[in-house]
């Protein structure tokens, strides 16, 4: 008779504890809640409503700077909603989200020299991210191991959008730096009460779902007024320019 | 029990309040060496060997006036005042010509209560810079007035610089410098520059 292969035994022990914490990992899925706070500028006052076209038959340029936190596949993620932003509102966008196609074109002329070449935009928007702070508070995570997660463990982070606009020839018209912050909790007693406060609220309300929700709309009205406000100063330039002009 | 235990993060941080509440702050984090430059003694000095912490300030100030009261556009002009009092400033005096002025500013903004505030700022900014600054107004003739304003503010403001000039208001070595917001949907302020009647657009 063949000897069979047979697993080494387990205890009883292990594989309990091995499954509670399964249980709780997937048991706790649900139970983180993120949340947005704006720290500067994101929640400066607009007047711009971004549903009618203020860019009508503008040409601009959308150039998302892979870096700290934009990633090439977020950078081209974030290329395309900015671009839809424009779009409509009446621009011809482009968008450029490869590092360096925008310095080739701009960075590198040569001083003081004049190209022959045409620009082809009339605004270029960069934008970068990066990562201004984060902080894994180690003693909410000891509180939320040691109550069976009915403290919730924090983490959050800082982070900063730079936002240049330049007109077609490199020329600066703006620079932003909007400021969040992002809070995590992960805790199934504040996950509840969460939850709880969010019942009968309208879906635009809750808490639970106020990450994206609050970030994207905050990012996109302040961009379009710093947009705004940069093209009516290019077209004041672009017409005294013209004026001075023999 | 549970329940204070799970809300306690939100008692701990003061920036962990209602958005309404959170629109009513403005905050900027700064670094270590920045925090002790503007606020000395807020934060510990770090270790010579250095620390096991990353200590920063997260520096919060609140609006003068909550977010509604003010119309955005005073608001968001208002909260950024003295620096773009001080940018224009240092444009207008650039971009001026050489030789001792006398720098006048006049503000064409949409309400009138604010138009005194962005004067005031300008003219301060521009005394930092040392120069000299009158409080005289300049005036256009009734005549002046119905055919200016109905023009297009780019050719409306050159029109007008040239008639201050020609009617005496603005004397021989004045600098007038003019803030205005040309569009109703836009948050910052454009400005020229009216020297021996002849207009410059600074932004």
Same mark, same amino acid.
């Given at each position: 008779m063949p000897l069979a292969l047979r697993p080494p035994p387990v205890s009883r022990a292990v594989r309990r504890s091995v499954l509670a914490w399964l249980g709780l990992v997937v048991g706790l899925s649900g139970c983180v809640v993120r949340q947005y706070q704006p720290l500067s500028t994101l929640q400066r006052p607009v007047i711009v409503d971004p549903t009618l076209p203020n860019f009508a038959d503008l040409d601009i340029t959308v150039h998302c700077v892979p870096g700290e936190l934009l990633t090439r596949s977020r950078a081209g993620v974030l290329c395309d909603k900015v671009g839809l932003l424009f779009e409509a509102q009446g621009a011809n966008v482009t968008t450029i989200d490869t590092e360096g196609r925008f310095a080739e074109r701009f %960075? !590198?002329? /040569?001083?003081g020299g004049e190209t022959d070449e045409t620009p082809r935009h009339d605004l270029i928007l960069e934008l970068r991210a990066r990562k201004t702070h984060s902080s894994n508070r180690l003693f909410s995570w000891a509180a939320w191991a040691a109550s069976f997660s009915v403290f919730p463990g924090v983490w959050e982070s800082s982070f900063a959008q730079d936002v240049v606009i330049r007109d077609g020839? %490199?020329? @600066? @018209?703006a620079t932003h730096t909007l400021e969040g912050r992002l809070v995590t909790r992960y805790g199934l007693g504040h996950a509840l009460l969460v939850r709880l406060a969010d019942v009968g609220r309208a879906r635009d309300k809750?808490?639970? !779902?106020s990450l994206g929700r609050e970030l994207s709309e905050d990012m996109y009205t302040q961009l379009s007024q710093l947009m705004l406000n940069a093209k009516l100063h290019w077209s004041v330039l672009q017409a005294a320019s013209a004026e001075e002009a023999p | 029990m549970m329940a204070v235990f799970a809300i306690l993060p939100f008692l701990v #941080? /003061? @920036? #962990? @309040?209602p958005r309404e509440k959170q629109d009513r702050l403005e905050c900027e984090r700064l670094s270590h060496a920045e925090a002790n430059a503007r606020?000395? %003694?807020v934060l510990p000095p770090e270790k010579p060997r250095g620390d096991y912490l990353d200590r920063t300030l997260l520096l919060c100030r609140e609006r003068i006036a909550p977010p509604e009261l003010r119309h955005p556009r005073d608001e968001s002009v208002l909260f950024e005042l003295g620096e773009q009092a001080s940018a224009l400033a240092e444009a207008a005096t650039s971009a001026a010509p050489d030789g001792d002025h006398v720098w006048l500013v006049e503000a064409n903004y949409p309400n009138a209560q604010v138009v005194p505030k962005l004067t005031f700022a300008t003219k301060v900014a521009l005394m930092r810079r040392g120069v000299t600054v009158s409080d005289r107004l300049v005036a256009l003739g009734a005549g002046d007035v119905d055919v200016i304003t109905r023009m297009e503010p780019m050719q409306a403001y050159p029109a007008a610089c040239h008639r201050y000039a020609e009617s005496g208001s603005l004397r021989e070595g004045d600098v007038l410098l003019t803030l205005m917001v040309l569009d109703p949907r836009e948050t910052s302020l454009h400005a020229g520059l009216c020297t021996d009647g002849r207009w410059t657009w600074l932004r």
């Open positions: %960075g !590198d002329a /040569p001083e020839s %490199g020329f @600066l @018209l809750r808490v639970m !779902d | #941080n /003061p @920036l #962990n @309040l606020h000395p %003694g």
